[in-house]
């Protein structure tokens, strides 16, 4: 667990890489450190955009199920609430966020892709979407929120409701993606948009997302983290 977060830099592109060598899951540890990992991006000036990446194949299978159904209620609403705040954080963020699905991007694993800036996804099928109806949980309130802003009207419906899986073209249509390439060059175009973001000016980017996701984000943080009991 320890190393399965790791950091780099590209010129002003901090890059953030998700390799457990198996899902990717989402722990309270794995949750932590990343955001953790966001906050040192944010305060670090010679930052100025980041990547999120998984490994080959898997971005993330979303939380941890082995905490998820061990029957421990308190600490069920634990790690949704951390998704949550993770999730949030993204989206608040005060420097550029551009994912880069390098596979398989299902339940939390999806969420986190709505609450970056740009996402970059495979052209081919993998499986990208919100399965928790499918396999018998609740949508947390803050999932619903960020699902609502940013995917698709036409498709939100059958993203939550119905659980609808998408491989990468359906999924950019969704709203999970905004481009798909091939697999092997998922990374390189991340970091090449995120570059490009960076020469943003970073005031005038983290003053618009208060404007303009503000109220969003506040919202996603006010949800009463029991509600999917």
């Not at 396999?135 to 009207?153: D, F, N, Q, T």
């Amino acid at each position: 667990m320890s190393d399965s977060i790791t950091t780099s830099q590209d010129g002003a592109v901090r890059v953030i890489t998700m390799d457990d060598g198996k899902a990717n899951a989402f722990s309270l540890e794995v949750i932590e450190r990343l955001r953790g990992a966001l906050r040192d991006a944010e305060a670090d000036p010679s930052t100025r955009a980041l990547v999120l990446t998984g490994r080959p194949g898997r971005f993330s299978g979303g939380f941890d199920l082995t905490a998820m159904r061990a029957g421990d209620v308190d600490a069920v609403v634990e790690l949704v609430a951390a998704g949550g705040a993770l999730v949030a954080d993204l989206y608040a963020s005060t420097v550029p966020v551009v994912a880069a699905a390098t596979g398989h991007a299902v339940a939390a694993g999806a969420l986190v892709l709505l609450g970056c800036d740009h996402r970059v996804g495979v052209d081919g099928p993998v499986k990208i979407g919100l399965n928790e109806v499918a396999i018998g949980m609740v949508l947390p309130p803050w999932a619903l929120i960020i699902a609502r802003e940013r995917l698709s009207k036409r498709h939100f419906h059958a993203s939550t409701t119905l659980a609808r899986l998408f491989d990468g073209a359906s999924a950019r249509d969704a709203g999970f993606l905004d481009e798909v390439v091939d697999e092997s060059a998922v990374v390189a175009r991340a970091i090449e948009v995120a570059t490009g973001l960076a020469e943003l000016d970073q005031r005038s980017y983290a003053k618009t997302v208060e404007i303009v996701r503000g109220e969003v984000v506040a919202e996603m943080r006010a949800v009463d983290p029991r509600a999917i009991l």
